[in-house]
């Protein structure tokens, strides 16, 4: 299973990092196209905003891999190490849940809603851009799912908060 999740996080980290770089050299070419060709360029624009909003859901789903998402560890670490593990297990149902509601099922129904709908600039359906809320909440399912099999198992591997 730790090949299976290393596998899946090393194809997201490499997505977001691609993303990334994509935006930052979009964001070079809209600057000089604006100041230095005196003719910006409108689809860059539009492009980098998708690509912030890919890289922020596809870096989500790598905090839930490392369940690195918001909780307050001050105040489980006052309980024994059932009732800790029955809360770290309660928080990962809680993401699942989330996910399988408003990324899954209102992920899919924007994106069959946005189809019909075309960007401005690029002229391609808007729902091709919002496919990526179902894929992540897809895979916010799937390391939620790992993630109780370790804490069930003892394999607490969540990153210290620095």
């Known amino acids: ?3 299976f999740r290393d596998g899946i996080t090393k194809i997201l980290n490499g997505l977001a990092g691609i993303s990334f770089l994509a935006m930052v050299l979009l964001t070079c070419w809209q600057v000089l196209t604006r100041y230095v060709l005196k003719n910006p360029s409108t689809w860059s624009e539009e492009l980098v905003s998708y690509l912030f909003a890919w890289m922020s859901l596809l ?3 790598i905090v839930t891999c490392e369940r ?4 307050i560890p001050i105040i489980v670490e006052k309980f024994s190490a059932s009732v ?6 309660f928080g990962e149902i809680i993401a699942f849940l989330f ?3 408003i990324l899954v099922y ?5 994106t069959s809603l946005a189809m019909g709908q075309m960007t401005s600039s690029l002229g391609v359906p808007i ?3 919002y496919i ?6 897809i895979l916010n399912m799937i390391y939620t799912v790992l993630n109780i099999i370790d804490i069930l198992n003892d394999r607490n591997e969540q990153k210290e908060a620095v």
């Open 1 to 3: 299973m730790k090949a």
């Open 59 to 61: 870096g989500a789903s």
């Open 68 to 71: 690195g998402h918001m909780n």
């Open 84 to 89: 800790q593990k029955g809360l770290l297990c």
């Open 99 to 101: 996910s399988a509601v």
């Open 106 to 110: 209102g992920g899919i129904q924007i």
């Open 127 to 129: 729902g091709i851009f």
């Open 132 to 137: 990526v809320l179902p894929l992540c909440g």
